[in-house]
């Protein structure tokens, strides 16, 4: 089950996932510190946002150069409009060579457009070969993290996956058997696979080349050895040049990792040459998906994001509701920012509104995209587009109320002088322990402070005089 | 370059230590094959077919990558800021070769050594010219890796488990 | 990691120009917290400052921002331009995410005229521990926790102060200047503790759970008792702390700045 939208983001907390995904964060944290003191990073930041606004600022003459220069390079360059068109223009691909044998490199614009159903209603069968994603699909579930797919599962759970499929006994503690084992299993799908997939981390237009990052050795496994390589990319990714393509392969395992190389970086342009071992087709699907509709709005900057998973890591409410809660493709901060932005039914509005807008995933962010900013600014726009009605006369009159000195006074002095004779009647020192609607959510776990019978400026008038 | 030899060549090494590879540093060409050949001792070895791996092991250590216990191969380009090393693959050096044996032993000529990441794009042809860029340029650095297991930290998920480079001179 | 710094020696007190400070007392000090607002004013004339307060003010209108009511905002916001266009001096707020609303969000979301005397109203716009450290050059002004003894403290970085306004070393310098405490780091101690305004009423489970993990981090690295300076993380902790009954006691850094710990 994958697509853009999946499934309504849920309100509550998955203790099961939160002490894996501390753990991730503590790590990235720790590795990011240590990077920080390597490089300017304010400075690195700046320079990676000029690279990514220069390039969404200049997108469609970027893209048309881009295919141009793929094509001179031997290479086919198909585009589409949504992901139905993106996943029948990859089936169409496979079912022109005859191919029903794949290997999938990770990709989550695959998981945005539901590549994996597309394939296997097509008969392709088509095997994830990074280890987080393999046991992902294995176990029929779906990625949890942009750049660690089975970051909410656990060492115990991958041993029973393998352990079912193969009929052997693994040590949980064992982690080096367990990736032996995926490595021999996948090893036989890459040496028969037939086709390729991958995604593409950036696109360098000036010579049509991709840039795909990794660290595990399958995306070079899955460019070399098929015959044909299918590369899926939504339109953002492409960059005007080579200068900012050597800062951003830096720049994105930075963030993501805290060091300055992936551990692979393969650079491909074009299908093989003569008497290379390389992929005699290589096709790139551009896909839009409601990417350009974001250009030229207050939202553009949400495009500039290189997808590096730092703001997922850097979130407090991501690390509760793990990347699952966000019944979406793309989750934590930028997820509740471009999930609603390139959805066209409304149905995932709401994600706006999981976050508390602390601002940590700004600070993590090295394309600096304002995703509190936002995340707020998708709150009014939800509003405008569906008003929460009671909720909307609600703030009116509240702000009706609160624009005026003697309004304003005049509710602090009703609320103060009710409620906390009667609060304190209850034996709560000011506090109390149940609220009615629409504040009743507040004490399910909290207890409430009620309003001072003389507020601030009462005593300040009361001492003072007027002012 | 050669003044600043010295110091590139410790940049280097830092960061493909930091990196988990392994530097050697032979003083020629003859002594680089020395190195390679007791690194390699008994095992099997798939290689490009280039000068200057000849005559490290004899015809009957040779296999196809796909059986082969070591690649025997040459890095195009190294990187004293990032520690990656860069393979231009093309005929006569296959993707595979490097890729499909557990350990992979690279040689790696120091007038190949710079210092950044822009200047090796440049060096192995990764920049804006009339003719396009090689075909496939992949940048390693350090062995492949895997924390996908509770973030438990494992080599040789897929590709090379290590990643030893020896740099000479000629 | 370069050799940590040699301490500074202590910063000789200003040649006292007593400003005249114009109190953003903000709606939540005002109405249910009006004692940190009158520890702040005490505080700033106990440093040589002349307090005034704007008799017109009310809310910066950020509740309504941030729950999509731009508009709502813009009505209560305002206010507050009306309040202090006209005034001159800092002004001063014991509240962070609020001034975070008028430095950050006002001149965006205001337009024209109205625009223009924002961003000169963000301009002059601080956070109480910025202004005491910064702008009036005390890096430490004593205070005491009350009672005998040491009692161990932790600090919440709150995120409007830290992530949107970049303050950090401020209050930690005045709590550092507290005698009677000892400064520990917890766990997580960068995170949000999840009050996050309406976050709090629409995602209550998950709030709550990160206020659990704070107050848990809190105790496990030995504290008796969080400070902060955003009354919404304040309100939130010590309400949820209540419920638990935990053994925590929550303050506002005013609190433990007045000369004889008179908590």
Redesign the interface.
Known sequence: MSGLVIEPPRRRPDPAVTPNLHRAAERWESNRAEAHERVDWEAWRERAREIRADAVRHLPELIELLEARMVAAGGSVHHARDGEEACRHIVRICREAGATNAVKGKSMTSEEIDLGAALAAAGIEAVETDLGEYIVQALGDRPSHLLAPAVHLNAVQVAELFARESGRRFDPEDTAALVLYARGVLRRRFLAAEVGITGVNLAVAETGTLAILESEGNIRLATALPRIHIALMGIEKVIRDWAGASHLVQMLPLAAHGTLAAASTSFITGPAREGDDGPQEVHLVLLDGGRSAVRGTPFEAALHCIRCGACLYACPVYRQVGGHGYGSTYSGPIGSVITPLLDRTGASAELAWHSSLCGACVEACPVKIPLDDQLVMLRARAHERDPARAEAALFAAWARLWSRPATYRATAATAGRALRPLWSALGHEGWQRRLPFPFSGWTDGRDARAPDPEPFHVRWRRRRGGS | MAADDGELIGQFRD?LEE?DGTLHEAPSLPAAHAIARELIGAATVARWSDEVLEGIVGPEQEAPA?DADVSLIIADVA?A????VGFV????????TG?LPPRQVVLLDVADLVA???TG??HVG????PQ?????????????????????S?R?????RDLTVVIFRR | MPAPPVPAPPVPAPPAPAPRVQLFVTCLVDLLYPEIGERTVALLERLGCEVAFPSTQTCCGQPALSSGYPRDAVTVAERFLDAFADTEGPIVAPFGSCVHMVRHHYPRLLEGERAAIAARLAARTYELPSFIVDKLGRPAVGGRYPGSGMTTVAYHHECHMRYGLGVTAAPMSLLRGVAGCTIVEPLHGGLCCGFGGTFSLKLTDVSVAMADEKLDSALGAGARAIVSTDVGCLMHLEGRARRRGLPLRVHHLVDLLEPDGAL
């Open positions: 960061r990196l796909v990187v800021g990032t520690g990656a693959h093309r005929g006569g050096r296959a993707r595979s890729l950044d990441l822009a794009f440049a990764l920049r804006a010219s396009p860029p090689p075909s496939n340029v992949v940048f390693a650095a350090g062995p492949s890796r895997t924390s996908d297991i509770e973030q438990r494992i040789g998920v897929h590709a090379p």
